[in-house]
């Protein structure tokens, strides 16, 4: 993928009007517009595959992949349940184009569960039967390459062993030779395995010794004995990073029929980010990095690369996990980080942090358009989605303000770039644009553009004047543009402009607590430039205005010095105590705001908050477990419950109670 490619980015969402399904309204036209208002709904396009698929519509289905392929090239777990799909219908060319497509290349994933899935079709098209010796190479190259590719950098990959063992022994030689053939390769798959940390290594070390027991008893103790200090530290390690990354959730759903929202990363507006699972997958990273297994540095990388590359799978909604991923490839080609950072706007498509990082890669090149195709985009999309949720009555308006204000703010920051790179020309019609949107973005457009001409213009700041007075036209009931454009006007020392900002602002800001702070700074203002006297007569208006205000509290504030008050801190001690835990009693009360930070208890995991339940059992049933047999009696394990409980928790969705 080139860095001016245009798969690197997706036209804005289009303005949809919120769909609410009503008598007249079928399934499939709810669903597209809801997937139009919401591209990143993933679920709702999983949804919408599985009416085609049910309604026998396959072409339209395959449309919907190629969209969800499109905008998340590295989530395998789409390309699994695409492609499980198509094997069950025997659609083996649709499935060489798809695996083509996400095993190599740009968009190349690196994912366990997509390769066993191009296992299944290698093993479907090479039959043993009919190809015989030909056929089992073939199978043996392709169980190989997953090894090589993969199986050996996870952790979690008992069943590809499982596979790959089942599948030699089951294979009966005809001659002598071929019987040595698969003893040989045994033994070469156990050696590899062996040394693998990965789930389930202690039980196939002892099926390992039991094997070359039954093989060879005279070469058994050599052969062991030679691997067994290998196992020892691969089993040591494996329980270290199990410690390391204990809580981790990777699950993934295993067909179309069973994605839900335990297994499918689902996008909030809330950014609500599971800092838990976020810190876990740094931590494992980390852990890679110490590189406990002793690899080769080039070995070492494809490994850690493939962790990330995990990571960026079950936290695709993350900007941090893309980040560091991007900063862990700060020595690659640059090309590498571009497409990296491409994929990761495609999932975040108004995230600040990977749009000037983007940025920032594309300036190294010196390639300005797509530096600005890259701004554009990403306020594109924020603008179309902000409209939508505009028109939703239903939208938290906390939500609306978050996205005027990231859509100001990347406007800024593209402004000042455009200053940096190509002049105050270039920056002028950044603003030009942002002046069109009113309403639609927040006054610091404003004042940082009136900064901006203030440092590069020529004209005595006027341009910058004029700025913030067509500012105070959109602006003149909000306490702190007011209190930035005073600032402004006392770093230029505009002594009567201020007097006049202040006058015929004050009467106008509905924000008490915008009001206090406004008073106070004239006061401070005039107490550091103005006479005793105008500082009396405005103290004597605040308070009374503000009558609860602390007398002291107001004198010790005007003698601030470098944005401290040194009377609290030297005298009234105090009194910064109160301040402290006022702020902290604000904090805890302010709209969720550290609910928006992270998850709290309510976003524990399924199984979590299952075993936090201390419920007794009902007498019935320990009634019945009373007469069950004993386990003695049953050498096989018939149901593994720990499994039939994950199983229950990942893959099947129980409806909530809604009585």
Not at 35 to 51: A, G, T
Not at 229 to 249: C, F, I
Not at 338 to 360: C, D, V
Request: charged fraction near 25%.
């Amino acid at each position: 993928m080139s860095s001016a490619s245009p798969e690197n980015s997706l036209e804005p969402t289009p303005l949809v009007a919120p769909a609410v399904p009503g008598a007249g309204d079928d399934k499939e036209t709810y669903l597209k517009l809801q997937i139009e208002n919401d591209p990143l709904d993933i679920l709702r396009q999983l949804e919408l595959v599985q009416w085609y698929e049910s309604n026998g519509q396959f072409s339209e289905m395959d449309v919907v992949y190629e969209k969800l392929h499109k905008r998340f090239p590295l989530y395998s777990a789409l390309w699994v349940i695409q492609l499980k799909g198509n094997l069950q219908r025997d659609q083996f060319t649709e499935v060489e184009t798809l695996l083509n497509e996400c095993l190599s290349g740009a968009s190349a994933n690196n994912d366990l569960d997509l390769w066993m899935t191009y296992l299944d079709y290698v093993r479907r098209k090479n039959n043993l039967i009919t190809g015989g010796q030909e056929a089992r190479a073939i199978v043996i190259k392709a169980f190989d390459l997953v090894m090589q590719k993969c199986a050996v950098f996870e952790p979690l990959s008992a069943k590809f062993w499982s596979d790959y063992l089942q599948f030699l022994e089951s294979w009966k030689p005809a001659n002598k030779f071929e019987q040595q053939e698969r003893i040989d390769l045994l033994r070469k798959l156990y050696k590899v395995m062996l040394t693998t940390p990965f789930d389930s290594l202690e039980r196939m070390w002892k099926k390992y010794t039991q094997w070359e027991q039954e093989t060879s008893n005279l070469n058994a103790r050599k052969f062991i004995g030679e691997l067994s200090g290998e196992y020892m530290k691969a089993r040591s390690l494996y329980q270290e990073w199990s410690n390391a990354t204990s809580g981790l959730r990777r699950i993934s759903p295993m067909n179309l029929s069973t994605c839900n929202k335990n297994n499918i990363a689902q996008y909030n507006e809330d950014d609500i980010i599971d800092v838990e699972q976020l810190q876990t997958w740094l931590d494992w990273i980390q852990w890679e990095k110490e590189n406990k297994l002793t690899l080769p540095e080039e070995t070492l990388k494809e490994r850690i690369t493939y962790v990330y590359g995990q990571a960026v799978q079950y936290m695709v909604f993350c900007p941090e996990i893309w980040y560091d991923y991007v900063m862990y490839l700060a020595d690659a080609p640059i090309e590498d980080r571009i497409r990296i950072l491409s994929s990761a706007l495609l999932a975040n498509p108004s995230s600040p942090s990977l749009t000037f990082k983007l940025g920032e890669c594309y300036e190294l090149e010196n390639n300005l358009p797509m530096l600005e195709t890259t701004y554009q985009t990403t306020t594109d999309y924020i603008f179309s989605h902000f409209k939508i949720l505009k028109g939703n009555q239903e939208t938290d308006p906390v939500i609306l303000s978050k996205h005027k204000e990231k859509l100001t703010f990347i406007y800024c920051i593209y402004m000042n770039t455009m200053k940096r790179l190509s002049g105050l020309a270039a920056a002028r019609q950044v603003f030009g644009k942002c002046r069109k949107l009113k309403g639609n973005l927040s006054h610091a457009i404003y004042i940082e553009n009136a900064y901006l001409e203030s440092r590069n213009s020529n004209d005595n700041n006027k341009t910058a004047m004029k700025v913030l007075e067509l500012g105070l036209k959109y602006f003149k009931e909000e306490g702190e543009y007011i209190l930035k454009y005073m600032n402004f006007l006392t770093m230029l020392n505009k002594d009567s402009n201020i007097k006049t900002l202040f006058e015929t602002s004050v009467d106008k800001i509905v924000d008490p607590v915008q009001l206090k702070l406004i008073y106070k700074k004239m006061i401070s203002y005039e107490s550091k430039f103005g006479s005793l006297n105008n500082v009396y007569s405005l103290e004597s208006r605040f308070f009374e205005r503000f009558p609860e205000e602390n007398l002291i509290e107001t004198f010790t504030d005007r003698y601030e010095i470098q944005n401290e008050n040194y009377i609290k801190k030297l005298e009234l001690a105090y009194m910064l105590e109160n301040d402290q835990m006022a702020m902290i009693g604000t904090f805890s009360m302010n709209g969720n705001s550290k609910k928006r930070a992270m998850k709290t208890s309510n976003h524990m995991s399924p199984r979590k908050r299952m075993s936090r339940s201390s419920q007794e059992v009902p007498d019935a049933i320990v009634e019945m477990l009373k007469v069950l047999p004993k386990r003695q009696y049953f050498s096989n394990v018939i149901l593994d419950p720990e499994s039939l409980i994950n199983f229950l928790v990942d893959q099947v969705e129980i409806p909530e109670d809604r009585s």
